[in-house]
């Protein structure tokens, strides 16, 4: 089994997708000459040519309407975003068409276009460059909205997303683009909407997404030699959210803690929360524990951005409150 980066892992996913589909074509500011921002278009343009692989002005909302006019004549385009905070540029296009087009064309038309692009906290980049938008584009019909946290996830997901008849947000991290993992070499899914144990336990229930699961990982190993069991869930995907597995996992432990790296008012968390406390309040043994970033912008400053974002003391903090120690 191959040891790839999470940029590899993705890349790979796309140059599969486009070896198998003549439709699948990449288009992004710098995903050719460049090879990508941050690498993970690296060698597409020389392996498939600019008919296929296409550099666009710096005009999110222009490239990414040109995406859904595509996706509606047949073609499966991949939008690489910057960053999802350049995205927001491209609001209308998503929220407007892409999302609503299936709908109000009475099931005419389908739109498989797949957007993709860090999204979340990265490192020093302040308020205009480090924001989490899973809590705003999940709440949108007719979205399916993934984000995944290994290299492993990374590609099997990219290639169902991109296989997907609906159009699909892919939200990953600047910080994760560098982090290995093993591959298979041989083809695999992964289907959207399903969600991952990433750590079996049964003391409390931690739910984590993206690069915020690493470090909710460091805190179930450091309770673990506290002797508490913490199981760790990764969603995967966020819209549609594998609600079974929670509540499964939920009606294990009987305690959870939700981490993420956004803000708390109407984030994924709390709607995960609403949904737990409905279906499995007689199983909790607690209140519904959650971790999330400070409610203000994001501060340039290293050690004020480390106090802002959740951390492994915090995720431990919650883990005991939920246990009353």
């Not at 996706?71 to 609001?91: C, D, H, K, Y």
């Not at 209140?287 to 802002?308: D, L, S």
């Amino acid at each position: 089994m191959a040891v790839l980066t999470f940029r590899e892992a993705l890349g790979q996913a796309m140059a599969e997708e486009m070896e198998r589909d003549p439709n699948v074509f990449l288009m992004g500011e710098e995903v050719g000459l460049y090879n990508g921002a941050y690498k993970v278009s690296k060698g597409l343009l020389d392996r498939f040519g600019p008919r296929r692989v296409w550099d666009s002005p710096i005009s999110e909302l222009g490239f990414a309407g040109l995406g859904v006019g595509a996706a509606m004549t047949g073609t499966r385009p991949i939008i690489e975003f910057m960053t999802w905070n350049f995205g927001i540029q491209a609001l209308d296009q998503i929220v407007n068409h892409a999302a609503k087009m299936l709908y109000m064309s009475g099931g005419q038309f389908n739109v498989p276009i797949v957007f993709r692009g860090p999204n979340g906290a990265a490192h020093m980049l302040a308020a205009q460059h480090s924001q989490a938008y899973e809590p705003m584009l999940t709440n949108i019909p007719g979205l399916k909205v993934v984000t995944c946290s290994t290299p492993y996830d990374g590609k099997g997901l990219l290639k169902a997303a991109i296989r997907d008849n609906n159009p699909v947000l892919f939200l990953e991290s600047e910080m994760m683009y560098g982090m290995k993992g093993e591959v298979p070499d041989e083809e695999y899914i992964i289907p959207l909407g399903v969600g991952d144990i990433k750590r079996e336990g049964t003391d409390v229930t931690l739910i984590a997404w993206n690069k915020i699961l690493h470090k909710t990982m460091e805190a179930a190993e450091a309770l673990a030699k506290e002797g508490i069991s913490a199981e760790v869930l990764d969603p995967r995907t966020l819209q549609p959210l594998d609600e079974d597995l929670i509540f499964a996992s939920v009606r294990k432990t009987h305690r959870l803690v939700i981490v993420e790296e956004a803000w708390s008012f109407g984030s994924v968390g709390s709607q995960i929360a609403d949904r737990v406390q409905k279906e499995c309040f007689d199983e909790l043994d607690a209140p519904i524990g959650r971790v999330t970033n400070e409610f203000v912008p994001m501060p340039y400053n290293e050690a004020q951005e480390e106090r802002t974002v959740p951390s492994v003391e915090r995720i431990v903090a919650a883990v005991k409150e939920a246990l009353y120690l």
